[in-house]
């Protein structure tokens, strides 16, 4: 039975990140979109510190290597999450929480394509046939007919947008964690949060201080939504990191998928959101075609 305790916790992971998502789209009309970005990184900061401190602990011989490979991954990273959260929390506004997470799910097809072409990845033919499959869904889930929101069509687009810069993200974290600490990858892939998130915090901070001082003194009047989204990222991540150091990441990434039934529900109860069948079929397609890419 512990082999398979990196399936709750996965599902764990997805919950909270639909609930930190939940919280920053929330910010979004007070804060704009970098603001409500700003939030992932700086009040989540203080809890991965911790979980950095913890894991630590566990692995005592673990040591930090900032090599030149590190620094280029991690700072690449860091400017595309940025970048896809911001794009994914303007999907969720003009097309809807549900189908903006459904778009963001593109991370992974989009994440297989530029591993191949950058890093040379092999795909299996199961795996391409899956791109195929999620590239339709995503097709139909940006089709401007019945769909929801303020602003469906860019806000499709938005979604694009950040599955295309998770994606880029997704490879230049994984190079960061290798380049980190080989001989323990938990310890590796938690530091490296906490290194790429003070980054991200501190010139996203700076930015809004010289650019857009309204959302930054609207992220720290919304500090208790601020805190307990960071909360939610950080202990999603520490989840992640978790699942992924007890099972293979095909595994997990099939399980995390549970995240768009779940954004789906929380559409509804939250936002008040409905989805039509044509989406609900294309979000559903888009499920199958991810999992089908992470059978590599």
Wanted: some cysteine; overall charge positive; charged content about 10%.
């Amino acid at each position: 039975m512990f082999a398979l305790i990196w399936v709750p916790v996965t599902i764990l992971a997805s919950a909270l990140q639909v609930a930190r998502n939940g919280l920053q789209r929330g910010l979004v009309p007070t804060a704009g979109p970098w603001g409500a970005t700003l939030v992932r990184f700086l009040f989540g900061l203080p809890f991965s510190l911790l979980f950095v401190k913890v894991v630590s602990l566990a692995v005592p011989t673990a040591r930090p290597h900032f090599t030149v490979t590190f620094w280029a991954a991690a700072m690449t990273g860091a400017v595309a999450q940025v970048l896809a959260t911001a794009s994914l929390l303007v999907a969720m506004r003009r097309a809807g929480f549900a189908v903006g997470t459904a778009l963001q799910q593109s991370s992974l097809p989009l994440a297989a394509i530029l591993g191949l072409i950058i890093f040379h990845d092999q795909l299996t033919v199961v795996a391409w046939i899956g791109v195929g499959i999620t590239t339709v869904g995503l097709l139909v889930l940006t089709w401007p007919r019945g769909a929801t929101g303020e602003k469906p069509i860019s806000g499709a687009m938005f979604g694009l947008l950040s599955g295309l810069f998770f994606g880029f993200s997704l490879n230049a974290f994984r190079h960061a964690t290798m380049a980190m600490e080989p001989a323990h990858p938990v310890y590796a892939a938690v530091a490296s949060v906490a290194v790429v998130q003070a980054m991200q915090a501190a010139v996203l901070t700076v930015w809004l201080g010289f650019r857009d001082r309204g959302a930054l003194a609207a992220v720290v009047r919304g500090w208790r939504e601020s805190l307990i989204a960071g909360l939610c990222g950080a202990s999603a991540s520490a989840c992640w990191f978790l699942a992924l150091g007890l099972a293979p990441a095909a595994p997990v990434r099939a399980v995390g998928v549970i995240e768009a039934p779940m954004a789906a529900l929380a559409g509804r109860r939250f936002f008040a959101e409905r989805l039509h069948v044509q989406q609900i079929l294309a979000g559903l397609a888009v499920i199958v075609g991810v999992v089908m890419t992470t059978l590599r």
